[in-house]
């Protein structure tokens, strides 16, 4: 595939962008690459990578002459980002972000962009525990979702074109309005990993099981929740904190389902319990079927 963009920016240089830049890359997407980093230690280590051609100091510099910025950093960070990188936007420029909540990003980033720039939110919908340039890779995106969120009266040259970015990196695309984006992600993501959050809280604070034991006899479910809680806390404090509305009705949704599931246990309504494990169970073989996950033995973990 040809090049779709000469120069692209990167603002942050976490998991994200290091994939976003290992698969661009290896897909000859871009002529050049350029970034920053909040840390000087991040920089240091892109620099030493050769993540990306030219790693600057500031995001300023970064973005200058670059016909793509993607702006990877946190989420209550990017007003601030929007502010400095403004006048040193170059015409006809795309900005785009990879944040997991669009109605707040667009609200901190869109009144500060010069009218002479294209601004087309996103989100990619894959990630794993880990951060920092040297947690990516290429194949991060393959067959996942990202979305993206455009605003009325967008260019479609441009839509199109970062479009054709995400699809050449491996990802499939699907448009959204932020609001519509925002609910589903507290269903999907946000929600879910608040209560991942809450039980390793819980095992933590649960004196009469041991950390030894939670550790040692750990089972699938419980790991599972620990790989969640072990995110990048920064990130998830800023998403909760914009995405308020839709993780409370989902949260006080799946509270009047935990309720009701108390109550068929306390009654032994066995009939209730199974009606309802087997509708839950029918959505991950949905999940599987879509090619949004393995059903290999053990989530398909390679055995040490």
Request: some cysteine.
């Amino acid at each position: 595939m040809s090049a779709l963009y000469r120069r692209v920016a990167f603002i942050g240089l976490g998991l994200i962008a290091s994939s976003m830049a290992h698969a661009i890359r290896r897909a000859g997407l871009a002529e050049s690459m350029t970034g920053t980093a909040r840390s000087p230690e991040t920089r240091k280590t892109a620099r030493e990578m050769r993540l990306v051609d030219e790693v600057f100091e500031t995001a300023a510099e970064t973005v200058q002459g670059a016909d793509l910025v993607v702006i990877c950093a946190p989420v209550g960070a990017m007003e601030d980002i929007a502010r400095e990188i403004a006048p040193h936007l170059a015409e006809g420029a795309t900005v785009t972000d990879v944040g997991s909540v669009k109605q707040a990003v667009i609200a901190a980033v869109d009144p500060h962009l010069p009218a002479h720039v294209h601004f087309i939110p996103g989100h990619p919908l894959a990630g794993t525990e880990h951060s920092g340039p040297r947690s990516g890779f290429a194949e991060l995106f393959h067959n996942r979702w990202c979305i993206l969120t455009p605003l009325e009266g967008h260019d479609p040259a441009a839509l199109d074109q970062l479009t054709s970015l995400w699809r050449g990196m491996g990802a499939n695309v699907d448009l959204m309005d932020a609001p519509h984006h925002d609910l589903v992600l507290a269903v999907t993501s946000h929600t879910p990993h608040l209560i991942a959050y809450t039980m390793v809280g819980v095992a933590d604070d649960l004196r009469r099981v041991t950390d030894s034991e939670v550790i040692k006899y750990s089972a699938a479910g419980f790991r599972d929740f620990t790989r969640i809680a072990a995110s990048d806390p920064t990130m998830w404090r800023d998403v909760f904190l914009t995405n308020k509305e839709a993780t409370l009705e989902i949260l006080g949704r799946f509270t009047e389902e935990l309720f009701a599931l108390q109550r068929a246990i306390r009654r032994g309504d066995g009939a209730h319990l199974h009606a309802y494990f087997t509708r839950t169970r029918a959505i991950r073989r949905g999940i599987i079927e879509a090619g949004q996950d393995t059903d290999a033995p053990d989530f398909g973990r390679i055995k040490s």
